[in-house]
């Protein structure tokens, strides 16, 4: 399984060996021209102030030029302003290689999410958070992506500025140097304290904009829904309740890491007032000149901002690990079994025979601790036997809560089960892939799910069709009228869920997608409810020649949806209760059927 750990991140870093040796190598020529600026002070200050010689003016009147003091100043305020701006340009270019790692790096991180989810099996995905996942997948990523990008290359560029300036310092007046150098971890130190709790705030405001997001997703989502029960206050409320939990976590985290972080400034500010005093009684009882003291000072400013990053970055490190733990919960995520051996019973078939043997399903529940306890979870599906012939048409009745439609979701692939065994073709399921089946078995369900995109793309689902196939799908699938209505045609956006289309409608659509998709087996799942019996009839009479050789499953209230059914099952509390052909179970009592349906 694919884990996120700042250890994991360290090591997708090393994979950009050669950009990180070449902006390591700018960040150290940027480096070495911020840290000699402070050099330039005694020169200044000494040498053309106190007259005190250096042997620096010497050499540039000897080898360069001769001026005055003001020509000297001027000549060098332009070099230390080149200096500058050519130590900005490298930072920018160093900048510019890391973020394009960083990038790199939380794309492929994003992939890795998305095609795990693209594995997740439906149990899982019925009980996840939309917008608990995509806080994850937009928020927590970012936060990877700036301790990636910028967090670790000020990192970078603040150790080698402090090394330097410590070489440089040591330099000047080693026994100065030392009493800043060992007294500045205690700033670090400090700060180790302060940031304890910071990340465990992060997490906290983290869960709250989660929380926030999927309350106000899922309210925007089932917006219809809301405003038919007339109950917008009250969702609302909730997203308000949520949004102000949120305040709370933000206003706690916000100003607490920023009180940490001033107080650690504090510390250090502190620190530099007494390194300015040590500095004057430097000067005064031993050979430390006015200007190498300012140019101490300098440095201790020099060494403010990188100091601060060095600070800054337990507090950015902890907020990484926080994002990565967020992250995990998606790896952990159950993923749809993959057969080891797999097989494709459907290749070469024009329909499929299945056969279900002693199958039983439940449930899991949520968490990790109820799902330990199998014994306790009933059974949805309890020992169900089936034969279904290739090309055979065969209906699955009951009364509402008997199972059927978990039964289809099973047979199509979309929940492992853990009793019993599904043949197809002569094939175990056990050999075949979840994808595979869905390939070739096509469920239309009851309540179809458009996309807010065009009539065109609803149908196809982005695959590539001939224009002769769509005619061929909307001919059979009774939409020939509807589409004329709309005002693009094939082009019409239809809204949020296929709001501009009849419940009818899109059961039509539906099922004008499995028209394309060419499937070996079918199952309507109450396919065709909200049509009225007259458009049905024409509808199932345009599927005629279609579905002549495939496999067709049917699982219907209506006796019209299931009249011209070879065989029927019963089921029953999950069970199967009886089994036939429709004049079998005819003989045995003529109000069956009413009783069943």
């Not at 793309?457 to 059979?476: P, Q």
């Not at 579905?547 to 049917?554: D, N, P």
Request: aromatic share 10%; glycine share 4%.
């Amino acid at each position: 399984m694919i884990i996120c750990t700042i250890k994991s991140i360290i090591h997708k870093l090393t994979k950009y060996r050669k950009e990180l040796i070449f902006g390591n190598m700018v960040a150290v020529v940027a480096t070495l021209l911020v840290v000699i600026i402070p050099l330039f002070i005694p020169i200044i200050v000494d040498e053309l102030l106190l007259g005190k010689d250096h042997h620096f003016i010497r050499w540039v009147s000897e080898h360069l030029w001769k001026s005055d003091t003001k020509g000297y100043v001027i000549g060098i305020l332009v070099f230390i302003l080149l200096l500058r701006l050519l130590s900005t340009l490298l930072s920018i270019l160093q900048t510019k290689i890391f973020v394009s790692i960083s990038k790199n790096i939380t794309y492929q991180m994003r992939v890795s999410l998305l095609e795990h989810l693209k594995k997740v099996s439906l149990k899982e995905y019925e009980t996840m958070r939309v917008g608990a996942v995509t806080s994850k997948l937009v928020t927590d990523v970012e936060t990877i992506d700036g301790f990636v990008s910028t967090t670790i290359s000020k990192l970078i560029v603040s150790t080698l500025i402090l090394i330097f300036s410590s070489v440089v310092l040591l330099w000047i007046h080693w026994q100065l140097a030392l009493f800043i150098l060992l007294t500045n971890p205690i700033v670090v130190l400090f700060t180790v304290k302060l940031s304890r709790n910071i990340g465990k705030l992060k997490r906290e405001e983290n869960k709250a904009v989660e929380l926030f997001q999927s309350s106000l997703s899922e309210t925007l989502e089932l917006f219809h829904q809301i405003k038919a029960a007339n109950k917008e206050t009250y969702f609302f409320k909730e997203s308000e309740k949520k949004a102000k939990e949120l305040k709370e976590h933000s206003v706690n985290y916000g100003y607490k890491s920023d009180a940490a972080m001033k107080l650690s400034y504090l510390i250090f500010l502190s620190g530099y007032e007494v390194f300015r005093a040590v500095s004057i009684l430097a000067v005064a009882y031993s050979d430390l000149s006015v200007g190498l003291m300012l140019a101490i000072f300098s440095y201790l400013w020099v060494m403010v901002t990188p100091t601060q990053d060095v600070i800054n970055f337990q507090y950015v490190l902890a907020t990484a690990k926080a994002a990565c733990k967020r992250i995990n919960t998606i790896f952990e995520m159950e993923q749809e079994p993959l057969p080891p051996v797999q097989k494709d019973p459907f290749k070469g078939h024009s329909a499929v025979s299945i056969e279900v043997c002693h199958l039983c399903f439940r449930y899991a529940k949520g968490s990790n601790n109820e799902r330990e306890k199998e014994d306790t979870r009933e059974y949805i599906l309890e020992n169900i036997n089936m034969h279904i012939n290739a090309g055979s048409k065969v209906a699955i009745v009951g009364a509402s809560g008997s199972g059927k439609t978990t039964l289809s979701n099973i047979l199509v692939g979309f929940y492992p089960f853990e009793q019993g065994e599904i043949f197809y073709n002569g094939v175990s399921n056990k050999e075949v892939a979840l994808s595979t089946i869905r390939e070739n078995i096509y469920l239309i369900l009851q309540h179809p799910k458009l996309f807010n995109d065009t009539m065109r793309f609803n149908l196809t689902l982005g695959n590539a069709y001939s224009d002769e196939a769509i005619e061929n799908a909307i001919r059979i699938a009774q939409l020939g009228d509807v589409i004329g209505r709309l005002e693009n045609g094939l082009d019409t956006l239809v809204g949020k869920d296929g709001i501009k289309l009849s419940g009818g409608q899109r059961q039509r659509v539906a099922i004008a997608r499995m028209v394309l998709s060419n499937p070996k087996a079918v199952i309507f799942d109450e396919s065709t409810s909200a049509l009225d019996v007259h458009t049905e009839a024409k509808l199932f009479e345009a599927l005629h020649d279609f579905l002549a050789k495939r496999t067709v499953i049917t699982i219907a209230h209506r006796l019209s949806t299931i009249k011209s059914a070879e065989y029927i099952y019963v089921l029953e509390e999950g069970k199967v209760v009886d089994n036939g052909t429709p004049a079998q179970l005819l003989e045995k009592d003529e109000s069956y059927f009413s009783a069943m349906l």
